[in-house]
């Protein structure tokens, strides 16, 4: 893995992985600046791909297809990001289209990708799962710019203009820091030289700072959602812990994977599936972002079992409080923490996405290595410890219902 700097300043790194016949590349724009409506950004995202100064919307598509090129715009709260993926022989021609996309976007689908997105939001929503999560999420980030959700950019999706978006898409390229991160079997001399021709010139701010801060959970609540036509009731019962930076986050991982990540083996499912049969989908998740992450547990179940499953979930999370996991529970933890990284870190795409997903986040590109050491490390006190820390009385609850 060699690392460098173009000339801007811009990090990226190469990983040669010989014969492999395809190329990964993936850049990151860091986004300073909370938008200002909610799906500004989502909206700008969609209209990246449709077209350019040099080629249309159509056209565009129809090299993408010919070439065997994948390239995929997306955003996550806290940065923008641009994959592709094509075969070796097809790098420098993938490159040029990602640079052109990069500076020459059009965005000329305006209102047509403004009504559409509009349409499939509001399908969407019509998941029962989905509409639960959208009213957790906003209501455990209320007030803050991660919590814009679908429900909220559907309420001022009307009002974004196209000024908005191209002056939102301005000031990430030309505030937001940028990683790069490649995958393949081309020659490193090669990479790092067309790197610097396609994005040598662009505006990089390296350090990145945020208008925003860390959201504050500080009180406990709860929302429910009325859906007439749901045959079960949904539930997610949350708390703010800490983001990857922080001392305990190895710690949570492995707790997540106690309580309701590791599927049939997790005590979520043995208990609350298996021994009271309440539910066929119970499980837990940690949502990470720059500034903060999210632990949830997540259960569908009959309407009339509610406050079994809260129950339930209290009375899991107090064992951890009161109870040292056992040497072996928490070592299997760990082993299956290791293997899912394992299985989603096998591709050139998927290592490409990862090591740039570490360095917009200000961590070594290699930073598995790292976390992988301290999760080894985790202690069943650790673990008890910090479920008293985070299992606090500030949590958020959300239920969807007939």
């Known amino acids: ?96 289209l990602l640079e052109d996309i990069i500076k020459n976007s059009t965005f000329v689908e305006f209102d047509k990708e403004r009504t559409k997105m509009n349409g499939e939001l509001v399908a969407e929503l019509d998941s029962a799962r989905l509409k639960v999560s959208d009213a957790f999420v906003k209501t455990i980030y209320e007030g803050h710019y991660y919590g814009h959700t679908y429900t909220n950019i559907l309420n001022s999706l009307d009002k974004i203009s196209k000024d908005d978006v191209i002056n939102s898409y301005k000031n990430i390229l030309s505030n937001g820091k940028k990683v790069i991160a490649v995958v393949g079997s081309i020659e490193e001399n090669d990479v790092v030289n067309s790197l610097e021709k396609h994005f040598g010139d662009l505006p990089n701010n390296e350090k990145g700072e945020r208008d925003y801060t860390a959201p504050i959970l500080n009180t406990p609540k709860r929302t429910e959602v009325i859906k007439e036509d749901a045959q079960q009731a949904q539930i997610l019962k949350g708390w703010i812990i800490p983001t990857y930076k922080e001392e305990d986050y190895p710690v949570m991982l492995v707790i997540n994977t106690i309580l309701g990540a590791s599927g049939l083996s997790s005590r979520l499912f043995r208990e609350l599936r298996e021994k009271k049969g309440l539910a066929y989908t119970v499980r837990t998740s940690c949502e990470v972002k720059a500034l903060a992450a999210i632990f949830s547990i997540y259960i569908a179940t009959e309407p009339s079992n509610i406050e079994t499953c809260l129950n339930g979930f209290t009375e899991e999370v107090d064992k951890l409080k009161k109870e040292l996991v056992s040497e072996e529970e928490l070592q299997n933890a760990k082993n299956n923490i290791d293997g899912k990284h394992q299985f989603i870190v096998e591709t050139n795409f998927q290592q490409s996405s990862s090591m740039a997903y570490y360095g917009i986040n200000d961590l070594p590109f290699g930073y598995y290595d790292t976390m992988h050491k301290k999760i080894s490390a985790v202690t069943p006190q650790q673990v008890m410890d910090c479920a008293k820390k985070y299992f606090n009385d500030n949590s958020v609850i959300a239920i969807l219902h007939p």
């Open 1 to 96: 893995m060699r690392e460098f700097e173009l000339k801007n300043g811009i990090k990226s790194v190469y990983k040669k992985n010989t014969e492999t016949p395809r190329m990964a590349l993936t850049i990151n724009f860091s986004i300073n600046n909370e938008e200002k409506l909610a799906g500004t950004y989502s909206l700008m995202t969609r209209l990246l791909l449709q077209g350019t100064k040099t080629y249309n919307n159509e056209e565009l598509a129809k090299i993408l297809d010919e070439n065997g090129i994948e390239l995929i715009a997306d955003m996550k709260q806290d940065y923008l990001r641009f994959r592709l993926l094509c075969l070796n022989e097809d790098f420098p021609k993938a490159l040029e």
